[in-house]
């Protein structure tokens, strides 16, 4: 069972769609991570957040600490969000950080 | 600000060559994580250093890997000999301390013939 469970893992999606990527976790943490990953890119981090919700620009993050549950929502999605999106946390024992295996986002014009 | 700067951007050898990455973190970041990401897959650590020191290193294969951070600053990691399931992209990250925000460097993609 993988600490980190993220979906859906392919999403296809049309321009200006409202998208929602999953992201749940077993272990304890302190913060969670949203990373985005475009084809052939680097790793930009999107968001580091340990409660509540986060805003920046069309993308929100939230996090539930109580459920284990991270949620990364898109609005009026556009084609260059398409990305591999992915979820990470650090384990509060040990000195690991746990990935989720990613959600492809392709967003069609 | 410059990111966090990797070299050589693409890499391809045959397999029981040697092969060695380099990682320049952003400047004061103490924290610099290697990460290997295979296609479709997200990444896995497989070693951190805090300063010059290697505090996380269990998912290091020792057989092959190894890395070093002397001065505390940039860092290297080599394979040798590579194998042929050694092929991915092989990614350094920094932070300032650990569980805080990880900067990506843009990889290295490595292809062992």
Same mark, same amino acid.
Request: charged content about 20%; glycine content about 8%.
């Given at each position: ?5 993220q979906?859906?893992?392919n ?36 968001f580091?957040l ?23 929502h898109?609005?009026?999605s ?32 | ?20 990455f ?18 479709g +897959?997200? $990444? ?5 250093? @805090?300063n010059?020191?290697? =505090? /996380?290193?269990? +998912?290091? $294969? ?5 890395? @070093?951070?002397?001065?505390? =600053? /940039? ?14 992209v ?24």
């Amino acid at each position: 069972k993988n600490e980190v469970e993220q979906s859906p893992q392919n999403l296809t999606a049309q321009e200006g769609e409202f998208i929602t990527i999953n992201c749940s976790y077993s272990v304890g943490i302190s913060a969670l991570h949203w990373l985005q990953q475009h084809p052939g890119g680097g790793i930009v981090s999107l968001f580091m957040l340990s409660s509540g919700k986060k805003k920046h620009g069309r993308l929100i993050a939230t996090i539930n600490i109580q459920e284990k549950h991270s949620s990364l929502h898109i609005t009026a999605s556009h084609p260059r969000d398409s990305a591999v999106y992915i979820c990470a946390v650090p384990v509060n024992t040990g000195n690991q950080f746990y990935f989720g295996t990613g959600t492809s986002l392709t967003v069609i014009p | 600000e410059a990111g966090v700067v990797q070299s050589p951007r693409y890499k391809i050898i045959e397999k029981k060559q040697p092969v060695a990455f380099w990682c320049n973190p952003i400047s004061g970041h103490n924290t610099l994580y290697w990460y290997l990401q295979n296609l479709g +897959q997200g $990444p896995e650590l497989l070693i951190r250093y @805090e300063n010059e020191e290697a =505090v /996380d290193d269990s +998912q290091l $294969p020792k057989d092959r890997f190894s890395a @070093e951070r002397l001065k505390g =600053v /940039d860092s290297t990691l080599k394979i040798q000999p590579a194998e042929l399931g050694d092929s991915a992209v092989y990614l350094c990250a920094s932070s300032l301390g650990y569980r805080d925000e990880q900067f990506f460097g843009p990889g290295t993609r490595l292809t062992v013939l």
